[in-house]
């Protein structure tokens, strides 16, 4: 890695198949013996995402509407198992076409069905430490810590790095420290999924302590905050991933279809809600949905059905099935490359139908994103999780300080007590104090946080 330019310098070796489809899991003392029920170890692992409670919580977060009054429209929860489905169909492509091949795939027994499991389960986690009101919640989160004078304050006694975390807050960094500590905090590695699992997940394999990287797709943002950076060093090391500096290292190829998934159900999806919703008419949804599919027969398709709301259905189905498999054939074209470290760009901006991307996510921007409801709920959650990270963290810091008052006292009975420290009190140590309190804030629903915001704040009583 340059330093000065960004510019992705590719490892020395590419990675290997055999190293980047291990099924050992993260903090697991010792392999699977018993049996699994006819399950895969990767398909384990999207069960034991299903089932934890972070998952739920997704199913009162926001997508794009936020707090919608629609029951039509997507929450992260429904997101989250669409972009699953994309995902386990683009892995599923992808594991045949590299079965074909690579004989180390079939030599450990791995299916195409197993890779499709790999990124199915990468998929369903990749919102999964997402705050309350969507991607307005990561900048309400970051905004407080850069210019509120309590986020001043809190900040004060951490090292640059640690700083770093919390100054460019990121959902993906809280999802890896979900999946590998929150969830399950008994058990070293949290859930213990597998390696493969959880570097397909890791989109951004890097910490914050460096800053802001634009040339390479995969290091935009990063994965990982300071306190689990042990953690992905040692997934790193058993899935073989090549390392380019210090806490920075080369992505997992699988996460390459991870972003794809995502990628495709957002932008498509979200112009089929704003249609449900009267933000889009169906003529904008028609023509860039088209430009995607480009079918000559699709005219007549779309004449034969009976009403919009099917026509608009059945361009998203097309479109969907356009786009997994124009990334699937991408991914196999240069696979090479992207297991040599170099290649670093997002599948979706080389396929033929990249100008129709373009277009969608054009559309999203001018008149989606900026469209009146989203905006306004958006900007009330600025001040909801300002005012929440505000008024816990002062309580927090007042207990490390012995300066409890009435009122902070009361306050700090709201926390449940793993958000605190070791026998109901505070953590000694600063840094483990702001994370537990982002871990408090940012797990919560929309809802919770509007109506324990409400409440903290006197706007509204219990009962009233």
Same mark, same amino acid.
Request: a negative charge; one cysteine or more; charged letters at 25%.
């Given at each position: 890695?340059?330093?000065?330019?960004?510019?992705?310098?590719?490892?020395?070796?590419?990675?290997?198949?055999?190293?980047?489809?291990?099924?050992?899991?993260?903090?697991?003392?010792?392999?699977?013996?018993?049996?699994?029920?006819?399950?895969?170890?990767?398909?384990?692992?999207?069960?034991?995402?299903?089932?934890?409670?972070?998952?739920?919580?997704?199913?009162?977060?926001?997508?794009?509407?936020?707090?919608?009054?629609?029951? *039509?429209?997507?929450?992260?929860?429904?997101?989250?198992? +669409?972009?699953?489905?994309? $995902?386990?169909?683009? $892995?599923?492509?992808?594991?045949?076409?590299?079965?074909?091949?690579?004989?180390?795939?079939?030599?450990?027994? @791995?299916?195409?069905s197993d890779i499709g499991a790999i990124?199915?389960?990468?998929?369903?986690?990749?919102?999964?430490?997402?705050?309350?009101?969507?991607?307005?919640?990561?900048?309400? &989160?970051?905004?407080?810590?850069?210019?509120?004078?309590?986020g001043h304050d809190l900040l004060a006694?951490?090292?640059?790095?640690?700083?770093?975390?919390?100054?460019?807050?990121?959902?993906?960094?809280?999802?890896?420290?979900?999946?590998?500590? %929150?969830?399950?905090?008994?058990?070293?590695?949290? %859930?213990?999924?597998?390696?493969?699992?959880?570097?397909?997940?890791?989109?951004?394999?890097?910490?914050?302590?460096?800053?802001?990287?634009?040339?390479?797709?995969?290091?935009?943002?990063?994965?990982?905050?300071?306190?689990?950076?042990?953690?992905?060093?040692? &997934?790193?090391?058993?899935?073989?991933?090549?390392?380019?500096?210090?806490?920075?290292?080369?992505?997992?190829?699988?996460?390459?279809?991870?972003?794809?998934?995502?990628?495709?159900? *957002?932008?498509?999806?979200? @112009?089929?809600?704003?249609?449900?919703?009267?933000?889009?008419?169906?003529?904008?949804? +028609?023509?860039?949905?088209?430009?995607?599919?480009?079918?000559?027969?699709?005219?007549?398709?779309?004449?034969?059905?009976?009403?919009?709301?099917?026509?608009?259905?059945?361009?998203?189905?097309?479109?969907?099935?356009?786009? @997994?498999?124009?990334?699937?054939?991408?991914?196999?074209?240069?696979?090479?490359? %992207?297991?040599?470290?170099?290649?670093?760009?997002?599948?979706?901006?080389?396929?033929?139908?990249?100008?129709?991307?373009?277009?969608?996510?054009?559309? $999203?921007?001018?008149?989606?994103?900026?469209?009146?409801?989203?905006?306004?709920?958006?900007?009330?959650?600025?001040?909801?999780?300002?005012? %929440?990270?505000?008024?816990? $963290?002062?309580? &927090?810091?007042?207990?490390?300080?012995?300066?409890?008052?009435?009122?902070?006292?009361?306050?700090?009975?709201?926390?449940?007590?793993?958000?605190?420290?070791?026998?109901?009190?505070?953590?000694?140590?600063?840094?483990?104090?702001?994370?537990?309190?982002?871990?408090f804030v940012s797990g919560m629903t929309?809802?919770?946080?509007?109506?324990? *915001?409400?409440?903290?704040?006197?706007?509204?009583?219990?009962?009233?």
């Amino acid at each position: 890695m340059d330093r000065e330019s960004g510019e992705v310098r590719a490892t020395k070796e590419a990675m290997t198949w055999g190293s980047l489809l291990a099924s050992a899991r993260l903090g697991a003392s010792a392999p699977q013996t018993t049996p699994a029920m006819g399950r895969s170890e990767f398909q384990r692992d999207f069960d034991r995402i299903v089932f934890s409670s972070a998952f739920r919580r997704l199913q009162d977060k926001t997508q794009v509407f936020p707090l919608a009054e629609s029951d *039509y429209v997507r929450t992260r929860l429904t997101h989250s198992l +669409e972009a699953s489905s994309v $995902g386990r169909s683009l $892995g599923t492509l992808v594991g045949a076409g590299l079965r074909e091949r690579y004989r180390e795939i079939d030599d450990l027994g @791995v299916s195409p069905s197993d890779i499709g499991a790999i990124v199915a389960a990468a998929c369903l986690a990749h919102d999964i430490g997402n705050p309350p009101f969507g991607h307005s919640g990561e900048d309400a &989160i970051r905004l407080f810590f850069a210019t509120h004078i309590s986020g001043h304050d809190l900040l004060a006694p951490l090292s640059e790095a640690q700083r770093a975390d919390f100054l460019q807050f990121e959902g993906n960094a809280q999802g890896f420290r979900i999946l590998t500590r %929150l969830q399950s905090p008994d058990n070293r590695g949290g %859930l213990q999924l597998t390696l493969a699992t959880l570097g397909a997940f890791t989109k951004y394999p890097r910490a914050a302590r460096h800053g802001t990287m634009e040339k390479a797709i995969s290091l935009r943002k990063h994965g990982f905050m300071e306190a689990e950076e042990g953690y992905f060093a040692e &997934i790193a090391h058993g899935l073989g991933l090549g390392r380019r500096a210090q806490g920075i290292w080369v992505r997992h190829p699988l996460a390459y279809l991870v972003e794809a998934a995502d990628d495709i159900c *957002y932008h498509v999806v979200d @112009v089929e809600d704003a249609y449900r919703l009267g933000i889009l008419r169906y003529e904008d949804v +028609e023509g860039v949905l088209a430009g995607i599919i480009d079918d000559a027969s699709l005219a007549h398709r779309l004449g034969a059905m009976r009403d919009d709301k099917g026509r608009i259905e059945y361009l998203r189905a097309r479109s969907i099935n356009a786009l @997994v498999e124009q990334a699937a054939h991408r991914f196999l074209a240069i696979e090479g490359e %992207l297991r040599a470290g170099g290649h670093d760009v997002a599948l979706l901006s080389e396929v033929s139908a990249a100008m129709g991307m373009q277009a969608l996510r054009a559309l $999203g921007e001018q008149r989606i994103y900026m469209a009146p409801p989203v905006v306004e709920i958006e900007a009330a959650g600025f001040e909801v999780l300002a005012g %929440l990270l505000a008024v816990f $963290g002062g309580a &927090i810091e007042a207990q490390a300080r012995d300066q409890l008052n009435a009122r902070d006292r009361m306050r700090l009975k709201l926390i449940p007590p793993q958000f605190l420290g070791p026998n109901g009190g505070v953590h000694p140590d600063p840094y483990q104090r702001l994370l537990r309190l982002t871990d408090f804030v940012s797990g919560m629903t929309d809802t919770y946080a509007v109506s324990l *915001y409400k409440k903290v704040t006197g706007i509204s009583l219990p009962g009233g």
